[in-house]
């Protein structure tokens, strides 16, 4: 038998995985932005916040809607150290100079796919969730083979993820347009770059996948 990354979802073996949707990084007054004038920051970041406003967004709820009514469990991993000061962190974010401090505003998932009951979110303080959380114990918990992911920051958190789960054995599905980063080289690229790893799908390859279920 031939094996292929390009298989259809199968419910109850599926999970959506938000990454790092969280006020921190995607909310204008996160702390990812402080000091930064509104000039520099329309200069460095409107295109992105364009962006995330106006399509991803609404991608990402069009998914998270259309994955709960399909019965697949919604789980999210936010930046947020375990700690008040951050000791935890790995030494590439200490070196970056961030710390979204345990139980802070800034480590909560946005309001626009805020969790719904007891859906999983995880806090993380490196680049991959596979490196800092449980994540992979609980996949396997909860039976899941093939991963949905969608989030923040494409070529960073995105892509790390993705590579990782790939490694322990999961089939990973990147829904292309619920995902961003800062500009759209970089976007281009990761979306280029990644693709080795995992099926790329669209949110609207996506939704009439799942309405096929």
Same mark, same amino acid.
């Given at each position: 038998?031939?094996?292929?990354?390009?298989?259809?979802?199968?419910a109850?073996?599926?999970?959506?995985?938000?990454?790092?949707?969280?006020?921190?990084?995607?909310?204008r007054?996160?702390?990812e932005?402080?000091?930064?004038?509104?000039?520099?920051?329309?200069?460095?970041?409107?295109?992105?916040?364009?962006?995330?406003?106006?399509?991803?967004?609404?991608?990402?709820?069009a998914?998270?809607?259309?994955c709960?009514?399909?019965?697949?469990?919604?789980m999210?991993?936010?930046?947020?150290?375990?700690?008040?000061?951050?000791?935890?962190?790995?030494?590439?974010?200490?070196?970056?100079g961030?710390n979204?401090?345990?139980?802070?505003?800034?480590?909560?998932?946005?309001?626009?796919?805020?969790?719904?009951g007891d859906?999983?979110?995880?806090?993380?303080?490196?680049?991959?969730?596979?490196v800092?959380?449980?994540?992979d114990?609980?996949?396997r918990?909860?039976?899941?083979?093939?991963?949905?992911?969608s989030?923040?920051?494409t070529?960073?958190?995105? @892509?790390?993820a993705?590579r990782?789960a790939?490694?322990?054995?999961?089939?990973?599905t *990147? =829904?292309?347009? +619920?995902? &961003?980063?800062?500009?759209? @080289?970089?976007?281009?690229?990761?979306i280029?770059?990644?693709?080795?790893?995992c099926r *790329? =799908?669209t949110? +609207?390859? &996506?939704?009439?996948?799942? @309405?096929?279920?």
């Amino acid at each position: 038998m031939k094996l292929s990354r390009n298989l259809p979802l199968v419910a109850a073996e599926s999970a959506l995985l938000f990454i790092d949707v969280q006020n921190f990084a995607a909310h204008r007054d996160g702390a990812e932005f402080d000091g930064l004038s509104e000039e520099d920051f329309v200069e460095e970041y409107g295109w992105f916040f364009d962006e995330l406003n106006t399509r991803v967004f609404a991608n990402m709820q069009a998914i998270q809607t259309a994955c709960r009514a399909a019965r697949i469990e919604v789980m999210y991993t936010t930046i947020e150290s375990l700690t008040l000061d951050g000791r935890d962190r790995s030494l590439d974010y200490k070196i970056t100079g961030f710390n979204v401090a345990k139980g802070s505003w800034d480590g909560k998932v946005v309001d626009q796919i805020a969790p719904q009951g007891d859906e999983i979110v995880l806090p993380k303080s490196s680049s991959s969730v596979f490196v800092s959380t449980h994540i992979d114990y609980v996949l396997r918990n909860l039976g899941v083979k093939q991963l949905v992911i969608s989030g923040l920051i494409t070529d960073q958190c995105v @892509e790390s993820a993705i590579r990782d789960a790939c490694d322990l054995g999961y089939l990973v599905t *990147q =829904v292309t347009d +619920a995902c &961003l980063t800062y500009t759209p @080289e970089r976007q281009a690229n990761s979306i280029t770059t990644v693709k080795g790893y995992c099926r *790329q =799908v669209t949110t +609207a390859e &996506l939704l009439a996948e799942l @309405e096929s279920l």
